[in-house]
C-alpha cells in the first residue's frame, strides 16, 4: 500500500475507524492492515519536512528544451516541469513552510483536476495537504477514542488500545517515548494555531482590500480554516485520551499547562483546550492516579505564589482552577489524607481554597464554563427560554462568534462527559463552597432589592450559571442523566433537592432548565414528575419537603397571574420582543416572566416526555389547566410566556386519543370565538365593520412570531391523526364535526387562514424577522408542516370506494356524510391557498437559501427542514390536485356558492402555471438533489420526477405557429447540470465499506437508497418524453449548453466527453455493482442495477439517443464488461437469506430482488439484441463478431486474450427459478368482499392491487361488521376479523409480487428469445457456427418449451418461435454437417418434434402456439423423411431410425392429433389454417415410406375430411376470388395449400385417388364454377396480377385432376370417363386459354407464364384421357378409317 494515495488511504481508514467505533465494521482484517500500512503516518503526527535548499535546487534546475522544461524526480516518477509548476510548487512549500519536492508532490496531485482554475491550484495544493492532516488527527483520535479505558474482555477495543501504545512507541517503550509523543501533540497545536492565523491574515486582506469571500479563491481560504480548526479538535481530543489512559506523566502535563497558560487564539479554537484541562484536572487532581506530591506540585500552578502561571486568557485560568480545585480538594475531605499534602493547619487551607475559589468567581469561571456549554450544546431549534436566561446570565462576557467552524458532536460529548465529572466532583467535594456561594448570592439578592435605586440588579449569579453548566452537561444523554434519580441518597439527588428549596426567580429558571435536561427521556420525564409531585424526597423516612419547583408551586403561579389578569387585554408588540411603551402591572419583578416562563416550558417538556405526568394532569388532578393557560394568553402577559402557554397545550397532546384532541378543539374554538369581548384595547379604524371574533384574535395573534409559532405548533399536534387508533382511516377529520357551528360557518377554516394567509407571510411582513433566521425557519416549518398535515390527511380513497363498490361508506364513517367531509375537512382551504399570490411567494421563498449553507447544516436543523417541508408540500399539491379540481372544488361550489373570502388567484387554473411562473425557483429544487441531507434530496427528486411529467412545463407551444418551440424546465436547469453532477455520480460508487455494512446488517446503505431514488426519477423522466430532451437528459449530462444531443461528444470540456458524466456513473454502477453477497442475493443491490441497466437500454433504443449512446457505450466496451459482469444464478439460489420456494420471500424483499434480477436480465439482452441489429443494420461486420463473441461467452480482449464470461445460452437462468405461488387462505368475515375497485389498471399487462385502497376497503367493512353488531370490539371475533383483514392484505401483496415477478420472467424470455434469433439471422456466424450454435441452443429451448406446455403458455409460444429459428438455421446447414453434428441434430429434430405433437393436442394451446408446431413439424418431416420420389430410387428398403420414431410418435399422439390438425384446417384462423394443412401434408410422406398411409386414409374417412376439404377450398375459391378483400391472399394461400394437399393425396397411391374421386372431387369443381367462364367477359381482365391468381388456381385443379387419372390408371373406365366429361363440359374454358397463348393472339399483349401453365395442364390431360379421339365427329372418325389400309 506504500504506492497508494495517502489522501485515499487515510480517508479509507477513517471510514472504516468509523465503523469499528459502533462495532459496526464487517472486515476487522481489512483495518488491522490498515492501520499497519498509516503507522508510519502516525507516529510522526503533523510533524513535516521543512524547506530546505537542496530540494528548492532539485526543483529549479536549469530548464531546457522547447517549451523550456526540466526534469524532476517525484516519489518513484521522473517528471518534466515547466515554470509555471515550479513556480506554484513553490507557493505551495512557502505557505505551508513545506520540503519543496513534497510540494511539487502535491501540486502534481492535483493538477489533473483544474478545471479550468489553474490560479486556485496552489490552493488546492494546500486543501489537499490540509485534508490529508485533517484525516490523520481523525484516525488517531478515533483510534484513541476506541483504546480509551479499554475493557480486558473487549477485544475490538484492544485492538485500538495497541494500535495507540504502537504510535506512542510501543508497549515496551520506555516513558520518554511517551512524553516525546506528547510533546509532538504540543507542538502540533502551536503548528495548527500558527496555520490558523495565517489564514485570518489572508481573510483579513480579502476584507481590507474589497474582495469577495464567495470567490473561489475566499471559499478555499475559508475551507483551509475549517481543516485547521478540524485537526486543532482532533488533536486536542487525542491528548484528552491520552490523559484520562495514563498515558501522561505529570511533569508532561506542566508543559502543557504552561503551554496554555501562553495560549493567544480566538474563542471557538481556545474551547479546545477545555477537555484537555477538564481530564488532566480529573486525572492528576485525583489521589487513585497522582501521588501527594506531584499533586502538591501541580496546585502551586493554580495557587497565588511565585509558581502560579501567568494565563493569557483570564477566565480560562479561573474556570481551570475550580476544575482542579473540585478535585484536588477530595484530597483534604479524606480521614487519612496525608500531612505532606495539608501543609498546614486544615482550617487555613480550607480558607485558602474558599478564597481561591472566591477569586475565580470573580474572574468569571462559571461565565466561562457557561457560554462553552451554550457554545457546543447550540440549540437547532429556537428555545427562546433557554436563549434569553443564557443571554442575561453572561452578560455579553464571553463570546463565541456564529461565523466559525462549528464544534463537532463528538467533540462536544467528550466535553460534557468531562463537565459531568467535573459536576460530580464539585458537589460531593465542594458542599460547603457550593452552599456558600448560594448563601453570598441571596445576600447580594437581599441587599440589591433593599435599595431604593430601581433597575439595579443583582451581579452574582455564578449557582445559576452551575445550574445551567450541569443542564448542558446532562442534556440529551439520558443514561447520564439516571445519575439524578438511581440513587435517592446519592449526592446528585441530594444536590436536585436542595437547590430546588427557596429559590429566587432567576434561579427558579435555571433550575427549570436544570430539570429539562435531565429529562429527556421518559423514564426520566417520570421520575421528575416524581420530583414535582414531592414524592422523591421520601427518602429514608425523612418528612416530605416541599419544593420551590413543584405542580403545585407551578399551577399556583399559573392560577395567581391568570386571575389577575382577567379580563386585561392583551397588548401584543408590532415585532419581536416587548413593545415599547408597554409596562406590566401585575409583575413586581423583571425576571418574573422567566419564571412563569419555565414554569409553562417545564411543565411542557415533562408532559411530552412523561405519559404518566400526562394522565395525572388530564385525568386526575381537578386543575382546569387549559382554562388558565388560555386566560394567561389573553391576558397582557409577555409573548414568550403566550408563547409558552401553547406549548403546553401542544404537549398534553401527545401520545392522545380522540376525546383529548376533540376537547382541546372545543376549547381553542370556544376561547376564540367568544373570549374576546372586551376588545383588544385598540381603537378600531373603522367602527361598525368589526371582524368576527376568532380572526380578529388570530390576526393579531399573526403579528408576534414567537406566538404565532407556538400557536402554530399547537394546531399541528390538534391535526396530527390519532395514533394506534383501528379506526384510523375512517377517522377522516382532525376536530368535531361541530366545530365553530355556533358562532361562524363550521369547519376550521379561520385557522387554516390564519396559518398560510397570515402567520406563513409573516417573515416576508416584518423584514425585522427576516434577520432571526433561526426563529423565521421555525415558523415557516411549522406552517409548512400544517400544510401538509392538512394536504396529507385528506382521504380521497373514501370517495374512490363510495363510486366503486357495494360497501355503505356513508354509513361507516363519522361524519354525517361524503359530503360533509368534503366539505369541511382542510384540505379544500388548504388547496385554495396553494393558488393564493401571498401564499405562493412565501412557499418559493423557502427554497431560496444557498445550497452551500444548507450542507453546513445539521439534517435535523430548522432551515433544512423548512426547505424540506416546502418541496413535499409543493408535490403534495402536484399529485393532489386533480382529486382538488375534480372532486372537492365541485362540492364545495356547491356547498358554498357565494363566498365572499375566496383567496385563490383565479387566472390560476392548475399548479403547473404556478410552477411555470416560478421557474427560477426550479433551479434550487435541482440544486437540492445533490443535497447531503438524505430526506431534502429524496424530496427534491420526488418533486422533480412529477413535473418532468407535466404536459405545461415540458411541452411549451408557440401561440402563432402551434409548433413546441422548448422545455423550459429543461432550459431552466441546464446551466447548473454539471454542478449537480459532480455531485451525485458519486452516490452511484457503492465502495467495500459500504457494501459490507449493507450485507452485514441487513441494510441498503443511505447511498444505495438515494442512488435508487434517482434511477427511478430517471427512468420516469424518459419514459415520459422519449422524442424530446427531458430533465434526465440534463442530469445524464447528455445535452450540450444549447440543450442539443448531438453535440455532446465533440464538446470536449464537457463531462460527457472527458467520461465523467452521470451517463458515464451508471454505465459503471450497471457493470460493477454486485448482485448479492455470501451465498445469497440482495434486493437492495438488485434493484439499482436494474435501474441502471434499465437506463441504458432506454437510452439506446430511443430514436433521440441512440447514435449517441450507443456509440458511446461501444467506446466503452458495455456489453462486453456486462458478459463479464454477469454470473449465473442457481434455481435453488437464496434471495435475502430465502428460498424461491418459501412461500414467505413474496412477503420479503426476496421477492422484490427475484423480479428485479430478471429485469436486470431482461435490460441487458434487450440491449445487446438492439446492439446486434444496429451492428448488422450499420454493416460493422467486424464489432458485431466481437459482440456475438461476449454473447457467446470469449470476450476477445485488445490484447488478442479471450476472458470467460456467461454465455446467452447460460443467461436462461431466470427462468429455472421457482417461485411459490400466493397460499390460499380461508375467510369468514371477510368472504365474498368484491376487491374488483382494488384493482388498478394494468399498464404492465399484469394487473395488481392497490394495497392502499384494499386496506380502505377493508375497514370499511369491519366497521359494517361493528355496527351490524355481528362483531364487538374487544371480543376473540373481533380479533379474528383483525387476522383475517392481516392476512387478506398479506395474501393481495403476495398476489402483487408473484404477479410482477411472473410479468418480469415473461419479458426477460422474450429478450432472450429475441438475442438468439438475432444471432441467428443477423449474428454473421459462418455455416459451421451456426450449425453448433443451433443445435446447443435447441437443447436449451426444447426442454424449457415442454416444461412451459403446461405452466405459461405465453412463454411457450416464444420458445416455439425461437425453436422454428433454430430449425430452420440447423435444416439449411445439415448438407455441410460432420457425422456428430448430424446426430446431434437429429436427435434435437426428434425432440422437437415429440415437444411440438405434445402441444399440438394438448387442448389448453392456443392457435398461434399450434401455428408454429405445425410449422417446426413441418421442417423436421422434411428433412427427415425421405420424398417418395426419392425413395423408389433408393436400393435399400429398410425404413430409417428416424422416419421409425416419428411414425412412432404420430401413432402414439393417435386419432387426437389428426382430429386437431382437421379441425385446425377448417375452423382455425389465420395462418393457422395454412399451417394445419401443411402439416397434414408433409406427414403423407411419412405414411407413404413406411407403408402406412391407409391408417391416415382411414382416419380422415373417419373424419369425413376430404368432402369437407374438398367444399371448404375447391368449391368456394370462386366465390372468394370475386369478392376479393384484404383476407384474399391468405385465401388463395389456403387454397393453394389444399390442393397441394390433395394432389400429393392423389400422387401418393391409387387409394388416395379414389378416396378423392369418392368425396366429390369432379363435383366440386364443377360446383365451384372456376371453368364455366365466359371467354369474352371472364377473361378480358384489367387486373394481370388478379387474372395470374386466377391462372395458378386453375392449374393447380388441372394437376389434382391429371394425377388422378394418372394413379388410377389409363385402363380405368370411370376415372377417364369422368375426366373426359370434365374436358367437354368446360371446352370453352379451355380453348380461350389456348386462345390465349396462341401466336394468333398477339394483339393482347405477351401470354402470362400462368396461362402457360393451364394450357399446358389441359393438355397432359387431355392426352392422358384420351379426350381428343372420342371428341372427334363420328363421320371424320369413319373416313379416316376407311380412307388407307
Known sequence: ???????????????????????????????????????????????????????????????????????????????SINQEFREGAIQVADELDLDELEAAQLYLAVSASSDGYTELLPLRAILRFQNQREALTECVRLLCKKGANADPDDGEAQLAQSAVREIMGGADAPPSERSAFWRRCIDGLTMIEEGLKKTQDHVQMFAMTGRDLNTPHGEMLQAQRMLLTRQHEALASTMTYFVTSSYVFPEDYRGFLSKAAAADTTADIMVHYAPILLAGSAHFGSSDSTTDDAARDLHRLFAPGPGQLQWKAKMYQSATTIWWLAEYSARFGEPSAHSSVREGPLAKLEQERSKLFTDCCEGKAFHLMLGITDFLKTESWYDPAKAGLVGFLLDNSVAFSHDTTAPSRDFASLVMELMQEFVGAFVSNMPDLLRKLKTQEDDVRRRVYSMPVEGVQPDSMDLERFMLVVAGAYQE??????????????????????????????????????????????????????????????????????????????????????????????????????????????????????????????????CENSPAARHWILREQPFLLHEYLLRLVQSNSPPNVQSSCFDLLAALLTDKTADINDGVWTAIDSWLSGGMEAGDGRQQTTPGVRPPPAKQYLRRVA????????????????????????????????????????????????????????????????????????????????????????????????????????????????????????????????????????????????????????????????????????????????????????????????????????????????????????????????????????????????????????????????????????????????PFADAVAEHLRDTFTLDATDFEQGVKEGTEPLRITKARALVDFLSSSLDASKDTPTIAHTMLGLLDVNGRIDNVISEGDGLFASGTSMFHAIARCANDLPTGADQ?????????????????????????????????????????????????????????????????????????????????????????????????????????????????????????????????????????????????????????????????????????????????????????????????????????????????????????????????????????????????????????????????????????????????????????????????????????????????RAERLHTAFHVCVKAICDSETSLVLRDVCYRICCLVLADTVTPPALARLQTSKQIPAATKQLLLQVQTAGERLIRVITEDAFSGRGTTRISALLFLDALLPLFVSTSTLSILLRSLTKLNFLPVLLDSSITTASHSFRNADADLPTALSYFHTALSLLLNLARASPEGSSLLLTSGLFQAISDSNLFATDPDIGLDIDNLAALRQFYRLLSAVLRVITAVVVSRGPNNGSVLHQAKAFLTQNRTCMMAVFKRVSKLDRTAGPPEVEAKEVAEEFGRLVVISGWLEDDEPSEKKRTRMGGFT
Open 1 to 79: 500500500m506504500e504506492d497508494d494515495d495517502p489522501l485515499e488511504r487515510l480517508q479509507s481508514l477513517q471510514r472504516d475507524l468509523l465503523l469499528f467505533m459502533d462495532s459496526r465494521l464487517a472486515n476487522i482484517q481489512r483495518l488491522e492492515l490498515e492501520i499497519d500500512a498509516s503507522m508510519a503516518d502516525f507516529r510522526r503526527l503533523l510533524d513535516k519536512k521543512k524547506r530546505s535548499p537542496a530540494s528548492r535546487d532539485a526543483l529549479s534546475a536549469s530548464p531546457t528544451g522547447n517549451p523550456p522544461t526540466s526534469k524532476v524526480k517525484l516519489g518513484n516518477e521522473e517528471y
Open 477 to 606: 444523554d439520558a443514561e447520564a442523566a439516571e445519575d439524578f434519580w438511581s440513587d435517592p441518597g446519592g449526592n446528585l439527588c441530594g444536590f436536585l433537592r436542595w437547590a430546588s428549596q427557596r429559590l429566587p426567580t432567576p434561579r427558579v429558571a435555571a433550575f427549570c432548565q436544570l430539570l429539562k435536561a435531565i429529562s429527556g427521556d421518559t423514564k426520566s420525564a417520570n421520575n421528575t414528575h416524581r420530583f414535582l409531585l414531592g414524592e422523591m424526597s421520601l427518602v429514608a423516612g425523612q418528612p416530605k419537603i416541599a419544593h420551590a419547583v413543584s405542580w403545585a408551586q407551578i399551577f399556583g403561579e399559573l392560577e395567581v397571574f391568570a386571575t389577575q389578569n382577567k379580563g386585561r387585554p392583551a397588548i401584543l408588540p408590532d415585532s419581536i420582543g416587548l413593545a415599547d411603551g408597554v409596562k406590566d402591572v401585575n409583575i413586581a419583578e423583571k425576571e418574573t416572566p422567566i419564571m412563569l416562563e419555565a414554569y409553562i416550558r417545564l411543565a411542557a417538556h415533562v
Open 703 to 974: 403579528e408576534n412570531a414567537e406566538i404565532a409559532t407556538s400557536f402554530v405548533h399547537l394546531l399541528n399536534a390538534l391535526m396530527e391523526p390519532v395514533r394506534n387508533d383501528p379506526d384510523a382511516l375512517l377517522d377522516p377529520l382532525p376536530f368535531p364535526e361541530s366545530l365553530g357551528s355556533s358562532q361562524r360557518r363550521d369547519g376550521m377554516e379561520p385557522y387554516v387562514d390564519f396559518v398560510l394567509g397570515q402567520a406563513l407571510a409573516l417573515p416576508m411582513a416584518q423584514p425585522s424577522l427576516m434577520e432571526n433566521r433561526l426563529l423565521c425557519s421555525v415558523l415557516r416549518h411549522a406552517c409548512l408542516t400544517f400544510a401538509w398535515l392538512a394536504l396529507s390527511t385528506f382521504n380521497e380513497s373514501l370517495v374512490v370506494l363510495a363510486n366503486t363498490s357495494s360497501l355503505a361508506v356513508e354509513k361507516t364513517i363519522k361524519t354525517e356524510s361524503l359530503q360533509t367531509y368534503v366539505r369541511l375537512h382542510p384540505f379544500a382551504r388548504t388547496m385554495e391557498h396553494m393558488f393564493s399570490n401571498s401564499t405562493i411567494v412565501a412557499l418559493y421563498d423557502c427554497l431560496h437559501p444557498a445550497v452551500e449553507e444548507m450542507e453546513a447544516f445539521d439534517s435535523a436543523s430548522p432551515v433544512v427542514q423548512m426547505t424540506t417541508k416546502a418541496i413535499q408540500v409543493m408535490d403534495l399539491v402536484m399529485r393532489l390536485q386533480p382529486t382538488y379540481f375534480s372532486i372537492v372544488r365541485p362540492v364545495i361550489k356547491i356547498s358554498a356558492p357565494a363566498r365572499s373570502d375566496a383567496v385563490a388567484n383565479p387566472a390560476i387554473a392548475s399548479f403547473d402555471e404556478v410552477m411555470l411562473s416560478q421557474l427560477p425557483a426550479m433551479g434550487f429544487v435541482y440544486f437540492l438533489v445533490a443535497s447531503k441531507h438524505l430526506e431534502l434530496s429524496l424530496s427534491a427528486i420526488g418533486l422533480l420526477g412529477r413535473l418532468s411529467t407535466s404536459s405545461k412545463l415540458t411541452s411549451i407551444v408557440d401561440p402563432m405557429s402551434g409548433q413546441r418551440v422548448g422545455n423550459r424546465l429543461v432550459a431552466s436547469v441546464q
Open 1080 to 1384: 445469497t442475493n440482495l434486493a437492495w443491490l438488485l434493484s439499482l442495477k436494474r435501474g441502471c441497466m434499465e437506463i441504458m437500454t432506454k437510452l439506446a433504443a430511443a430514436t433521440l439517443t441512440a447514435p449517441v449512446v450507443q456509440s458511446e457505450l461501444r467506446s466503452v466496451d458495455f456489453l462486453p464488461a456486462i458478459a463479464i459482469s454477469l454470473l449465473e444464478t442457481r434455481p435453488d439460489g437464496l434471495w435475502d437469506d430465502l428460498s424461491p420456494s418459501d412461500p414467505a420471500v413474496l412477503l420479503k424483499p426476496g421477492g422484490s430482488g427475484i423480479r428485479d434480477f430478471m429485469q436486470c436480465r431482461d435490460a441487458y439482452l434487450e440491449y445487446a439484441g438492439l446492439e446486434l441489429r444496429a451492428l448488422s443494420d450499420g454493416r460493422m461486420d467486424s464489432l458485431r463478431g466481437r459482440q456475438v463473441n461476449a454473447l457467446l461467452g470469449a470476450v476477445i480482449e485488445t490484447d488478442g486474450e479471450n476472458t470467460a464470461a456467461a454465455s446467452i445460452l447460460q443467461l436462461i437462468d431466470f427462468f429455472d427459478i421457482e417461485v411459490a405461488a400466493p397460499p390460499d387462505i380461508s375467510l369468514r368475515h371477510y368472504e365474498g368482499v368484491d376487491l374488483s375497485p382494488c384493482i388498478s389498471e394494468p399498464t404492465s399487462g399484469t394487473p395488481s392491487f392497490d394495497l392502499d385502497l384494499a386496506a380502505e376497503l377493508l375497514a370499511v367493512r369491519r366497521r359494517e361488521l361493528h355496527l351490524s353488531s355481528d362483531v364487538y370490539a374487544g371480543t376473540v371475533e373481533a380479533q379474528q376479523v383483525e387476522d383475517e383483514e392481516t392476512a387478506l392484505l398479506a395474501s393481495l401483496f403476495s398476489q402483487n409480487a408473484f404477479g410482477e415477478i411472473q410479468r418480469a420472467r415473461l419479458d426477460a424470455t422474450e429478450a432472450w428469445t429475441d438475442v438468439l434469433s438475432t444471432i441467428v439471422t443477423a449474428g454473421g456466424l459462418n455455416e459451421t457456427d451456426l450449425t453448433m450454435f443451433a443445435l446447443q441452443a435447441l437443447r436449451v429451448v426444447l426442454s424449457r418449451l415442454e416444461k412451459s406446455l403446461g405452466d405459461d403458455m405465453d412463454a411457450a409460444g416464444l420458445f416455439a418461435r425461437l425453436t422454428l429459428t433454430l430449425i430452420s438455421a440447423s435444416v439449411a446447414t445439415s448438407s455441410r454437417s460432420d457425422l456428430q453434428a448430424s446426430s446431434s
